[in-house]
């Protein structure tokens, strides 16, 4: 079964689809003619997005959003259904970086990560799940991240706030379980996309290390995006896809202390840094 065939509707809800994951998202759901709710805090890039999802056989809508405010997530159910009867699917892909050592990020900083990348989130599910209830059939899409599962140094707030997307959604499986609501989890490293145009930190040295990661990272949007695909046909919890996520997550799994000396070492021993090329 396609996902067309599953959700003959056709209608999707993305957050932070003015760029990068959310774009990419957006015009794969084009591609096949769906209808698609483009949302972002900055209106003129949801915009844009509209009109490439127009130019690839879609029909957008676009809205802006601050995913922080529980008004402006309900209001994107709302659009969805006064325009199209209700949504298929949501994707809350919203999200910012936040890193340094734990105790020099300020309490401001803490604060405004977990109200986007954790908080956003709950409102999206919170706001989409009676229409599905309703409907009897939909799909939530949780982009989280491996560093909710294996929770890097220097990255404690979007460490934090991602597991935290990854354990509400193992929540919600086992809540919507004999449901036709499914909920998928997506887990990436990193991958090139604008994610550090919004990014706070403590010390330049945390930029050009994350900067590093992009520079050697094993996935694209594109790829990215195409497994979230598969997986929401296939109802699948976990997107885990690329080599260096599973490795990670395996070892932390079956060999946890192992896992944690050596990750320990590379870091505090500034190999890291000597590999990234980060002075």
């Given at each position: 079964?396609?996902?067309?065939?599953?959700y003959?509707?056709?209608?999707?809800?993305?957050?932070?689809s003015?760029?990068?994951?959310g774009?990419?998202l957006?015009?794969?759901?084009a591609?096949?003619?769906?209808?698609?709710?483009?949302?972002?805090l900055f209106?003129?890039?949801?915009?844009?997005?509209?009109?490439?999802v127009n130019?690839?056989g879609?029909q957008g809508?676009?809205?802006q959003?601050?995913?922080?405010?529980?008004?402006?997530?309900?209001?994107?159910?709302?659009?969805?259904?006064?325009k199209?009867g209700?949504?298929?699917i949501?994707?809350?892909?919203?999200?910012?970086?936040g890193?340094?050592?734990m105790?020099?990020?300020?309490i401001k900083?803490?604060?405004?990560i977990?109200?986007?990348?954790l908080?956003g989130?709950i409102?999206?599910?919170?706001?989409?799940?009676p229409?599905?209830k309703?409907q009897?059939?939909?799909?939530?899409?949780?982009?989280?991240?491996a560093?909710?599962?294996?929770?890097?140094?220097?990255?404690?707030?979007?460490?934090v706030?991602?597991?935290?997307?990854?354990?509400?959604s193992?929540?919600?499986?086992?809540?919507l379980?004999?449901?036709?609501?499914?909920?998928?989890?997506?887990?990436?490293t990193f991958?090139?996309?604008n994610?550090?145009?919004?990014?706070?930190?403590?010390?330049?040295?945390?930029?050009?290390?994350?900067?590093?990661f992009?520079?050697f990272s094993?996935?694209?949007?594109?790829?990215v995006s195409?497994?979230i695909m598969r997986?929401?046909?296939?109802?699948?919890?976990?997107?885990v896809?690329q080599?260096?996520?599973?490795?990670?997550?395996?070892?932390?799994?079956y060999?946890?202390y192992?896992?944690?000396?050596v990750?320990?070492?590379?870091?505090?021993?500034?190999?890291?840094?000597?590999?990234?090329?980060?002075k």
């Amino acid at each position: 079964m396609n996902i067309s065939k599953k959700y003959p509707n056709k209608r999707v809800v993305i957050t932070g689809s003015g760029s990068g994951l959310g774009q990419t998202l957006a015009l794969k759901f084009a591609k096949l003619g769906w209808k698609v709710l483009i949302s972002d805090l900055f209106l003129d890039r949801a915009k844009e997005t509209e009109k490439l999802v127009n130019e690839a056989g879609g029909q957008g809508i676009s809205a802006q959003c601050d995913v922080a405010k529980w008004e402006d997530v309900l209001n994107l159910a709302q659009i969805a259904e006064k325009k199209w009867g209700g949504a298929d699917i949501i994707i809350n892909n919203a999200g910012v970086p936040g890193v340094g050592i734990m105790e020099d990020i300020p309490i401001k900083d803490w604060q405004w990560i977990i109200d986007i990348n954790l908080m956003g989130v709950i409102y999206g599910c919170k706001a989409f799940l009676p229409m599905f209830k309703k409907q009897g059939i939909g799909h939530i899409v949780n982009i989280a991240s491996a560093a909710g599962i294996v929770s890097l140094a220097e990255m404690g707030p979007y460490n934090v706030t991602k597991a935290g997307v990854i354990s509400l959604s193992e929540t919600l499986r086992m809540e919507l379980a004999g449901t036709k609501i499914g909920v998928t989890v997506v887990c990436p490293t990193f991958f090139k996309t604008n994610l550090m145009d919004q990014a706070r930190y403590t010390d330049e040295k945390q930029l050009a290390r994350a900067q590093g990661f992009f520079k050697f990272s094993l996935g694209t949007a594109n790829s990215v995006s195409r497994h979230i695909m598969r997986s929401i046909k296939r109802n699948r919890l976990y997107v885990v896809t690329q080599i260096d996520a599973k490795l990670y997550w395996k070892m932390k799994r079956y060999i946890p202390y192992i896992y944690f000396k050596v990750m320990g070492f590379v870091y505090s021993s500034g190999l890291l840094d000597k590999v990234l090329g980060v002075k």
